[in-house]
C-alpha cells in the first residue's frame, strides 16, 4: 500500500513540474529577448505597463556610489555601482506606490525577489544598476549579471540583490 501511494506522489509531482515548465515556456524566451535587448518590464498586478530601455533609465537620474558587498566566503568588498533609484525610475513610468504593498522582481534565471514598497521608497535604499567597477553588466549568456541588477544598499550581505533583472512587478 505504501508502495502505491509513492508511486502516485511521485508520478503528480513529475506531472506538475511538467506542466509548470510547459506553462513558463514563453515567460523564459520572453525574458531572454528582454535581456539580450536591455528591456526591462513594468507590470502592475500583472499587467504590462510601460517597457524601457538603458537610455529612459539613464534619464531618471542616475547616480554612482560604493558599496561592500559581504559575502560568506570573502570579507566585505568594495564596488561601484552606476544606477538609478527605482521609485525614479517607477515614477517615470507612471506607477504609484503610496497605495502599494509589495513589488516582485523577476529575473531571466527564474530567481525572484519581493520587496516591500516601504523599502523601495526609502531614499537613497533600492536601485536598477547597470554598471559594476566602471563597467556595462554583461547578460547572463555573456559571463556577466546583467543587463540589469537590483542592488539594496541596506541588504549588507546581498542576499536579495538580483541578478539578470528583467522584469518588475508591483502589487
Known sequence: ???????????????????????????????EEAQKLAKLHFKENGNQIETVDLNFIKTQGEVTFNKGLDTSDSGPVEHSFTGVPLINILEGVGIDLLEKEQLIINSVDGYTVALTATEVLKEDNVYIIYKSDGQYLKTKKEGGSGPYRIVIKDDKFGQRWSKFVTEVNVK
Open 1 to 31: 500500500m505504501n508502495k502505491k501511494i509513492i508511486t502516485i506522489i511521485i508520478i503528480l509531482l513529475i506531472a506538475v513540474v511538467g506542466i509548470t515548465a510547459y506553462l513558463n515556456r514563453g515567460n523564459v524566451a520572453e525574458k
